[in-house]
């Protein structure tokens, strides 16, 4: 039975939005066109670093909020994370604070933008969007920890491998898993041999290969379990595990 259960929204998260709420009823109205390729981004990206000049998280997230719709703090951050300047301070900082925007359009956006920055101080803001209730903010977060990783990443990616509902999240879980050598990773991943779905079942033994040197089969499960406990389990943990 597939026990795997929605992730929830971090508290922090919520007691931030809490506080921005009342803000969001003078957003102005959505354009649900594709208005990037007219975006005036000479005028919108100064508007947007201006309202973020302030002294908290919480009042940068309001007034963005308040001089911005939501489809153009998307358009702006994919915009921005393509200039070579895209990823500097004052950028990130805005990047870490779109990751608790109201909208998930915008919340996805600000993870790709710091997944693709390779910067340790990402990944604290890539993990909270990984409990992130929707499930496209927790694809583009997993996504994001392919590239910005830290060892902080290890446990939450194991747990999404495990137990998250949608399949793409998964499998960029275990994607992202490949970019570290600890025993438990790599336990993880001989786990998600015996995965229900076959791409996270192939990207889990390619990692394994790359990370080990050894080339088991991908459907024997059993003979990486045996690797595995001869080369890391002490003589009770290989008890407990067998």
């Known amino acids: 039975m597939n026990n795997r259960q929605p992730p929830h ?43 973020s000049k302030t002294k908290t998280p919480v009042e940068a997230a309001s007034n963005l909020f308040n001089v911005t719709s939501a489809d153009e703090r998307r358009d702006a951050v994919a915009y921005l994370q393509t200039q070579k300047w895209g990823h500097e301070k004052p950028y990130m900082d805005v990047y870490k604070v779109l990751t608790t925007d109201p909208s998930p359009m915008v919340r996805g956006q600000a993870c790709r933008a710091l997944g693709s920055s390779r910067d340790p101080s990402a990944v604290e803001f890539l993990l909270r969007c990984l409990n992130d209730n929707d499930p496209t903010v927790r694809r583009d977060a997993s996504w994001g920890l392919q590239t910005t990783f830290s060892d902080a990443a290890v446990d939450p990616l194991i747990t999404h491998i495990k137990d998250d509902i949608d399949r793409q999240v998964r499998i960029n879980s275990t994607k992202a898993l490949g970019n570290s050598r600890d025993p438990k990773a790599l336990r993880a991943l001989v786990a998600a041999l015996d995965d229900d779905d076959a791409a996270v079942i192939h990207i889990a033994w390619n990692n394994l290969k790359y990370l080990t040197g050894q080339n088991l089969p991908k459907d024997d499960s059993r003979a990486w379990l045996k690797w595995y406990q001869q080369t890391y389990a002490t003589p009770a943990a290989t008890t407990k595990t067998s």
Not at 23 to 45: K, Y
């Open 9 to 51: 929204s971090s508290f922090a998260r919520h007691l931030c939005l809490s506080a921005v709420f009342c803000s969001l009823l003078f957003l102005p109205a959505c354009n649900t066109g594709d208005i990037s390729s007219s975006r005036d981004f000479n005028e919108l990206i100064p508007r947007m670093m201006n309202a």
